[in-house]
């Protein structure tokens, strides 16, 4: 009797599968994905770097870097949400989609729609945060507010009390003082974006992305999140301004420039940014 | 320095004693030593990168993973009954206060219950970051940028959360989660004291961020304040 109970016992543990795995679906709009299907598409195309229990020590993960995520703590870099909860699952689905600029992680826009909605399923299954934790409400952007010399001012007056130059330098080269410190919170080095080199930013490439970037913070790696701190309009002075330091045509370095060859005087004065 | 730290820390002792006096309840009392080879000094913290901070101290400050005064007395151990004592219902109300002040956290170890606010204040004239890097609970990771209000967040879980602020690489504290009002930090001297204890079978974790966990049971059949040591090696 006794014997039968344990061997009872042992092929539900079997069945329910030796690792620690939660079963999950994703909704990307009118998607629906799966996690049994997402499981095969992920031994194939994701297990390498990011491992067959989902923890980031895939057997590449040695030759990475950045390192791979590690799914089974769930803490996302790119969300919708602020800083210290769950993304949605669009925000998945957009990661996987867009990849990681300047990391190991591709795009994988190959893949279908539906491949990838499985994924989001599949990645989710390797916490137990996704049980009964709903992800965070994605924060609201209210409409960009137009490109003006007086919010670039401003938004640079906020670039130097903030502090962003701290870590991404005073002319955002990625060069402040605590550039060379910084570390993720699995205390790898990381380095703070560098403005000057032009290229996508890691979580998208609009306005509006840049916006989300600094609004919910890189949840895992040393960037805030600024909520607290910046209202709406703020935050948009602050996107005008940083645009200008990128080295690409973009409408907010046309009027920064234009300001500067119009008021000549004026932009002498203005006050180097960085420490008094 | 060490003023400001005893000083900081002297609403807990004072709220201990409160406890211990008006209850004439039983308790546990003792105190947490670390023994083994001579410790090296605890390395100086340059903070030539942030003058602002670096200027407010006469002698540099050190790291404070392990804080050591005479006879071995080791500080900053949270001891707390792990097993035996309910968990409560509800957090208290009032929040905990950490400051951040010369480019340090104060205290440097904060309790609090589970669900109980945390008051984190930025005092420097230099940004922080908040950045507890939880596994139990959620890591997030906020500015604090000086002259804000200050910021109040909670943890529902219990865990050990290594804090850091990433802007300045020195700074760290620990946010010690809790699901019981029994504990106690220790001070310079390593003494603790857990007052107002009905007579029962407790169970007692000492953690130490460097050193680790140790528990040990205690018994307390009337009116007596039970003995109870930590050693820890190392």
């Known amino acids: 009797m006794r014997l039968q109970k344990a061997l009872i016992a042992m092929v539900v543990m079997l069945a329910s599968g030796a690792t620690v795995s939660f079963a999950q679906e994703s909704h990307i709009g009118s998607l629906q994905g799966h996690s049994a299907p997402g499981k095969a598409l992920y031994r194939r195309y994701c297990v390498g770097c990011h491992g067959a229990q989902g923890d980031g020590a895939g057997e590449n993960a040695a030759w990475v870097d950045p390192k791979p995520r590690d799914f089974t703590v769930a803490t996302f870099k790119c969300r919708s949400t602020p800083s210290g909860t769950l993304p949605t699952d669009q925000d998945l689905f957009d990661a996987i989609t867009r990849g990681f600029v300047t990391t190991s992680m591709p795009s994988w826009k190959p893949l279908t729609n539906q491949n990838r909605a499985d994924l989001v399923a599949y990645v989710k299954s390797f916490s137990d945060k996704w049980q009964g934790g709903a992800p965070g409400a994605s924060i609201t952007i209210p409409p960009e507010t137009p490109v003006k010399i007086e919010g670039i001012l401003h938004g640079r007056e906020l670039f130097q009390k903030m502090e962003c130059w701290k870590c991404h330098g005073p002319e955002g080269h990625g060069n402040g003082p605590a550039a060379g410190t910084l570390t993720d919170s699995k205390d790898n080095p990381i380095r703070p974006y560098n403005f000057a080199m032009g290229s996508r930013f890691k979580c998208g490439v609009t306005n509006e992305d840049l916006y989300r970037i600094f609004m919910t913070g890189l949840d895992g790696t040393p960037m805030p999140s600024f909520s607290d701190n910046l209202k709406p309009e703020d935050a948009w002075d602050l996107v005008h301004f940083l645009r200008t330091l990128q080295p690409l045509q973009t409408k907010e370095l046309e009027v920064w420039k234009q300001w500067r060859t119009a008021q000549p005087a004026q932009a002498k004065q203005l006050k180097p940014i960085g420490a008094d | ?234």
């Open chain 2, 1 to 234: 320095m060490k003023t400001q730290r005893i000083l900081s820390l002297a609403p807990l002792f004072i709220l201990c004693l409160a406890v211990g006096s008006t209850a004439q309840a039983a308790g546990i009392g003792g105190k947490v030593t670390v023994q083994g080879t001579a410790l090296t000094p605890n390395k100086t913290i340059n903070m030539s990168s942030e003058p602002g901070c670096a200027k407010m101290y006469s002698t540099p400050p050190t790291r404070e993973d392990v804080v050591v005064g005479s006879g071995g007395a080791l500080e900053n151990v949270v001891v707390y009954i792990s097993a035996g004592a309910p968990d409560e219902a509800s957090a208290p109300s009032t929040p905990v206060t950490v400051m951040q002040k010369g480019c340090r956290f104060e205290p440097h170890v904060v309790v609090v219950q589970t669900n109980q606010q945390i008051e984190m204040v930025n005092d420097d004239t230099t940004a922080h970051n908040i950045h507890p890097l939880a596994t139990n609970n959620r890591e997030w990771n906020k500015a604090e940028p000086p002259g804000t209000a200050p910021l109040t967040e909670s943890f529902a879980r219990p865990e050990f959360i290594s804090v850091k602020c990433n802007i300045h690489p020195w700074m760290h504290a620990y946010f010690a989660v809790l699901t019981t009002s029994h504990y106690a930090v220790t001070g310079e001297n390593g003494a603790f004291s857990l007052g107002n204890l009905p007579p029962g079978k407790y169970t007692i974790t000492a953690w130490h961020e460097t050193f680790g966990t140790q528990t040990q049971e205690v018994t307390i059949t009337g009116n007596e304040t039970a003995p109870l040591n930590f050693v820890f090696k190392r």
